[in-house]
């Protein structure tokens, strides 16, 4: 099983990006998948996830109103639609999924599949 990101790059502040997190599985039913990201010397934090099973979502205080989560399970893909970019949103976002938990969680150990992340940054 694999998730690959992909839709990082370099945007003014208050642009907007849309990342992907693309499954090499037959199915993403059952799976959670969040969105993790990590500035420099910082730690890894969930900033978002869904649940693909009863759709439901879950956003860090940080992002809420301008990130959106969803899915589309015709493609095994979970997008992460980023608006209003600021520069504190610079950092590496990985997507991470596990089959095992039934419900989003916050701590990072609890998602087995990890992509190898892709770069966002925000300039001012």
């Known amino acids: 099983v694999h998730f690959v990101e992909s839709g990082g790059g370099a945007v003014q502040s208050g642009g907007s990006l849309r990342l992907f997190c693309a499954a090499s599985?037959?199915?993403?039913?059952?799976?959670?998948v969040g969105w993790f990201r990590q500035a420099p010397l910082k730690d890894r934090w969930r900033i978002s996830c869904?649940?693909?099973?009863?759709?439901?979502?879950y956003y860090a205080d940080s992002v809420k109103d301008r990130f959106i989560i969803y899915k589309d399970k015709d493609k095994n893909t979970v997008y992460l639609q980023m608006n209003s970019l600021k520069p504190d949103d610079t950092a590496v976002y990985h997507c991470?999924?596990?089959?095992?938990?039934?419900?989003?969680?916050?701590?990072?150990?609890?998602?087995?599949?990890w992509g190898q992340g892709t770069q966002v940054t925000v300039a001012s």
């Open positions: 991470a999924a596990d089959i095992e938990l039934s419900r989003c969680t916050y701590y990072k150990g609890n998602y087995t599949y």
């Open positions: 599985v037959f199915t993403l039913d059952y799976f959670i």
């Open positions: 869904i649940s693909t099973s009863d759709d439901s979502k």
